[in-house]
Structures are given as structure tokens and as C-alpha cells.
T-cell receptor
Framework: DAKTTQPPSMDCAEGRAANLPCNHS???????VYWYRQIHSQGPQYIIH???NNETNEMASLIITEDRKSSTLILPHATLRDTAVYYC????????????????FGKGTKLSVIP | DSGVTQTPKHLITATGQRVTLRCSPR?????VYWYQQSLDQGLQFLIQ???????AKGNILERFSAQQFPDLHSELNLSSLELGDSALYFC????????????FGEGSWLTVV
């Protein structure tokens, strides 16, 4: 799986957009970008994933560069409840064997939303 | 609510003891995963089961074992507990068609004293 690089921490003012970058320069053509977050001591929560097109859902938007070597997770209007560690993970979508699949979490970016 | 249920939520036990953590995956999910998160540490993948069969193993100690039952619930058994085993243990599940979308439970806090 491709390795990802994220800044260890970021601050964002409440109500502003939070833009969390992720570098995955060794990503392969069949690898997706997944984003998860973990609010302190809670179970990680799936946010969004994408292959090469930009994606948007009710939680966030995912912007993937044309060369797919980096991506940005955008929380359009950050709230205090968005304070969490955000993980960017690159992984193939389909395992070689059904059910043989796990996500490896790195250190992520600790996002602090400031009032 | 992710739909993944873990019990117990909190557990305090002594060194040398054995405990069992239980997980009920989301309805219909065949894959179950176990992760460990120690204080200020990242999420460490332990083991994965798919429809009752072990499919992937991570950094799971020999003192730890897991299984997935025919009704798809899973148990993580931790034996000969040491102080360093104190951690938050997460169970997660995913659907076969969406393996990268994993839903986590709220975790079981284990404290070994």
C-alpha cells in the first residue's frame, strides 16, 4: 500500500473551512484514498473516499490532484465537534482474496477547531 | 451509532488474568477486525476474520487470540495480562462489497492493575 504523509497538527477557526492535506506520491492506479477521523477516545469514523474524481458527501469534500499524488479533505464549515485526529489512508479497493483486507492507520493530523 | 456493538465498555483486571472482549458487527457484515490503541499510541491492527475464517494477522501477541462465530459475532481473548496490555480495544466490521469502508465500535477500555 502507498505510504501517506500528513502534517501532525493543524488549527482552524470555528466556522471556517478546514483543509487537511495528504501526500501519497507513490499511489498506484488501483488504490483509493480513504479518510477517517477519531474524536478523542471514540471509535474511528469513516468520512469519505475517492479514486481520482473529487467527491463530496454530507460530511466533507475530497479533492484529489490530477496526478493523484496528493489530496485534500475539506470540512466546509468547521465546528468544535470536528476537533479530532484525521487519518488519510491509501488502499486498494478490492483485496486479492475476499475478506482479506485491513486498513493501516498512521499518526494522522490532529485538527483543533478554535472558537 | 455505527451499528457495531462492543462489550464490556470498561474492564479492570489484575495482571496474569484472562479477559474476553465481545463484538457484534453491523447486520450483514461478514468481516470483523480488531484494533488496539494504547495511551497516546496509534491504532494497531491485530486480526481480521471473514465469515468465520481468519484472514489477516497484524501485531497480535501470542497471548491474544480471537474467533468469529457462525452468527458472525467475534471475541478477542487476552490472557496472562500484563500492565502494558492496558489499552482501548476496538472492533470494526465491513461489508464484502465495500472493504475499505470500515465501521468501528466505541471500544472496550481495558485497565490491567
Amino acid at each position: 500500500d502507498a505510504k501517506t504523509t500528513q502534517p501532525p497538527s493543524m488549527d482552524c477557526a470555528e466556522g471556517r473551512a478546514a483543509n487537511l492535506p495528504c501526500n501519497h506520491s507513490t499511489i498506484s492506479g488501483n488504490e483509493y484514498v480513504y479518510w477517517y477521523r477519531q474524536i478523542h477516545s471514540q471509535g474511528p469514523q469513516y468520512i469519505i473516499h475517492g479514486l481520482k474524481n473529487n467527491e463530496t458527501n454530507e460530511m466533507a469534500s475530497l479533492i484529489i490532484t490530477e496526478d493523484r499524488k496528493s489530496s485534500t479533505l475539506i470540512l466546509p464549515h468547521a465546528t468544535l465537534r470536528d476537533t479530532a485526529v484525521y487519518y488519510c489512508i491509501v488502499r486498494v479497493a478490492t483485496p486479492r482474496r475476499a475478506g482479506s483486507y485491513q486498513l493501516t492507520f498512521g499518526k494522522g493530523t490532529k485538527l483543533s477547531v478554535i472558537p | 451509532d455505527s451499528g457495531v456493538t462492543q462489550t464490556p465498555k470498561h474492564l479492570i483486571t489484575a495482571t496474569g488474568q484472562r479477559v474476553t472482549l465481545r463484538c457484534s458487527p453491523r447486520s450483514g457484515d461478514l468481516s470483523v477486525y480488531w484494533y488496539q490503541q494504547s495511551l497516546d499510541q496509534g491504532l494497531q491492527f491485530l486480526i481480521q476474520y471473514y465469515n468465520g475464517e481468519e484472514r489477516a494477522k497484524g501485531n497480535i501477541l501470542e497471548r491474544f487470540s480471537a474467533q468469529q462465530f457462525p452468527d458472525l459475532h467475534s471475541e478477542l481473548n487476552l490472557s496472562s495480562l500484563e500492565l502494558g496490555d492496558s489499552a482501548l480495544y476496538f472492533c470494526a466490521s465491513s461489508a464484502t462489497g465495500q472493504p475499505g469502508t470500515i465501521y468501528f465500535g466505541e471500544g472496550s477500555w481495558l485497565t490491567v492493575v
